[in-house]
């Protein structure tokens, strides 16, 4: 019997070396991960979302390479959160670049990724709506930024639709009050736009 338990003990530090390659592995890169939403929460409370946004970014870098459900709609939801910290701190063109392949790539997914896709569709509009207002300002022709706030207004109201059919009215009104302030972008006299604060995003 004592032959045994010296072998066992012997073997602890093997086996604590094969769960530290294998699934340990993965628990540290979870703890990185939880660490990195955790500083990316507190920079957004803070208003900083340029860094919000890398911390996100990296915690997306972090996650364990595993075919999972869990990991993929943990990649997903990082991956939204990280369009729009940077469609909050007004990096646009990336944000809708990001924003666009996420609706793509989540109008793909099961119905259980609705919540997301419905987020992520309204960040993409949320970005044709300034990048209108952006555009506008900087002297664009109608041709040019007509496109993008068509295509804000058309989201706007697809998505208060939605929020309607399933009886959300809340969600509704805040989508039915987004449609209106791009129609009223889209027919602001330059003047009037000229003289009035962007709106916070």
Do not use: C
């Not at 896709?117 to 993409?124: D, Q, S």
């Amino acid at each position: 019997m004592r032959p045994f338990l010296i072998a066992g003990w012997l073997l602890l530090p093997v086996g604590a070396w094969a769960y530290h390659e294998g699934p340990g592995q993965d628990r540290i890169k979870l703890d990185a991960v939880d660490a990195e939403l955790a500083d990316a929460r507190k920079a957004a409370t803070a208003g900083d979302w340029s860094l919000a946004a890398k911390h996100y970014d990296a915690a997306l870098a972090a996650l364990p390479q595993l075919e999972t459900d869990e990991v993929e709609r943990a990649a997903m939801r990082i991956r939204v959160s990280s369009a729009k910290a940077k469609l909050e701190g007004s990096k646009l063109i990336e944000a809708e670049k990001e924003l666009e392949a996420l609706v793509d790539e989540l109008a793909e997914m099961d119905a259980s990724y609705a919540d997301l896709l419905e987020e992520a569709k309204e960040g993409h509009a949320n970005t044709k709506f300034y990048i209108t207002w952006l555009m506008r300002l900087e002297g664009y022709q109608r041709s040019d930024w007509e496109p993008e706030i068509e295509s804000a207004r058309q989201a706007y109201g697809r998505l208060a639709e939605q929020a309607r059919s399933r009886g959300d009215e809340q969600r509704a009104d805040e989508m039915l009050a987004s449609l209106e302030s791009a129609i009223k972008l889209a027919r602001l006299d330059l003047d009037e736009l000229q003289g009035l604060p962007l709106p916070s995003q």
